[in-house]
């Protein structure tokens, strides 16, 4: 009797870790060898897309004239300021959103208006509230993340099995004592999931931040290509980004899995 092969694509099936690596490697380069060749043949104006050869040089340029080194490090700065700003004040009212209605209902209709405001229509506002520096570049980092990191979290802790709520209740803990002994630790793998995620909005929000007024940062070079068509340093700028928020993201992947692996055969 011959046994019948298991298809590779079944619901959440478990694949080979060098098949996952294996794929996950393949499709980029199988994008990059397309674009190379769309390039190369002459079926696309540089102006529109540059070689990846253009890419590369122009990465090289930035790297030797240390422009890519002074921007990176203002765009982080800004990104984890307001990133962290953001968390800070998220993660405790989220938690009492989740877990007491009235803070819930006084809360979530303001919170659920703002979030879907625009954030660029908000640039002037920020500027006249903390004028050109830093400071305004992160409170639009800021309000980018915030409100919808505060629903997601009210969200995580919802999702907490009410029994573990009510077993400390029978043994006598407070309110304070619920929430920083049963809600907070059994709601840390989904909040540290949906830090990772705001994380990733905040990156997409950098070009905006640095949109009036700066002097520097990744996002800023990104626009000063644009008014000359430099489309090479548009497309290396981007795909920059790209790759520092994938970095971080590998980062709170990693964090997660060493603190949160005993929840990993739950998610």
């Known amino acids: 009797m011959t046994s019948r092969r298991k298809p590779l694509l079944r619901l959440r099936a478990p694949i080979p870790r060098r098949l996952h690596v294996g794929a996950?490697?393949?499709f980029p380069l199988i994008l990059l060898v397309a674009w190379?060749?769309?390039t190369a043949s002459g079926m696309v104006r540089p102006l529109f897309l540059p070689s990846p050869q253009a890419i590369v040089m122009e990465a090289w340029r930035q790297i030797e004239t240390?422009?890519?080194w002074r921007d990176a490090t203002v765009s982080i700065y800004r990104i984890g300021a307001g990133w962290l700003a953001a968390t800070v004040l998220a993660v405790p009212i989220g938690i009492l959103m989740g877990n007491f209605r009235l803070v819930e209902g006084t809360l979530e209709p303001l919170i659920s208006t703002v979030r879907y405001m625009p954030v660029v229509a908000l640039i002037p506002l920020s500027i006249l509230w903390a004028g050109i520096g830093d400071t305004q570049k992160i409170l639009i980092?800021?309000?980018?993340?915030?409100?919808q990191q505060v629903l997601m979290i009210m969200n995580n802790t919802k999702s907490v099995d009410m029994t573990l709520i009510r077993a400390g209740q029978t043994l006598g803990f407070s309110n304070a004592e619920i929430l920083w002994r049963i809600v907070l630790p059994a709601s840390m793998p989904a909040i540290w999931d949906t830090l990772r995620i705001t994380m990733g909005?905040?990156?997409t929000y950098l070009v905006v931040a640095e949109l009036v007024a700066a002097q520097d940062g990744l996002g800023r070079r990104i626009m000063d290509a644009q008014r000359y068509l430099a489309t090479h340093t548009i497309i290396f700028g981007t795909i920059f980004i790209g790759l520092l928020g994938l970095v971080t993201?590998?980062?709170?992947k990693l964090g997660g899995r060493k603190m949160f692996g005993w929840s990993e055969g739950q998610r």
Request: proline share 0%.
């Open 24 to 26: 996950g490697i393949a």
């Open 36 to 38: 190379w060749w769309v």
């Open 66 to 68: 240390g422009i890519l």
């Open 141 to 147: 980092l800021f309000i980018g993340t915030f409100f």
């Open 201 to 203: 909005w905040t990156w």
């Open 249 to 252: 993201d590998y980062l709170f």
